[in-house]
């Protein structure tokens, strides 16, 4: 009778310099297609230039470095603390976004919640994709490119 060996679980945790790169990558990458979103979004979208968060540029740059240094340190929790970091992530990930655009479709729904200007149709579509883009970038950025090295 053959015996079955248990294989040794693999360890997906990677180091705290590679968390802080994967970061650095997340928040530079996000922050560059934030502010490219937001250009063409203006270029493209009817929006009313007195909405404060597409307005100017540095709300754009300003809020993806704030919540991606906290997606970094979430990261980094869920590293030292979890078997498969990457999975964990990517669910914690997932519903944060979800969670981040509640505020974006209720400036459409009711306005007056959050007084910034006149948020048009386009002024939160930017803001929905913006959203998105940052999750992709730093979702790959923590589960694929930290994972290679």
Do not use: C
């Amino acid at each position: 009778m053959a015996t079955i060996r248990e294989q040794p679980p693999v360890n997906r945790k990677i180091s705290f310099t590679r968390v802080l790169m994967a970061g650095a990558i997340a928040i530079v990458g996000s922050i560059l297609a934030n502010l490219l979103i937001r250009w063409l979004g203006m270029l493209l979208l009817p929006v009313d230039p007195s909405f404060l968060p597409v307005a100017t540029f540095p709300p754009t740059i300003l809020f993806t470095l704030i919540f991606l240094v906290i997606a970094t340190i979430v990261f980094a929790v869920i590293n030292a603390f979890t078997a498969n970091p990457p999975r964990v992530f990517n669910i914690v990930a997932l519903v944060a976004l979800l969670l981040s655009l509640i505020p974006d479709v209720m400036l459409l729904i009711n306005p007056a919640l959050l007084p910034m200007g006149t948020p048009t149709f386009g002024a939160v579509l930017i803001l929905l994709l913006q959203h998105i883009a940052a999750y992709l970038i730093t979702v790959w950025a923590f589960t694929r490119w930290a994972q290679q090295g």
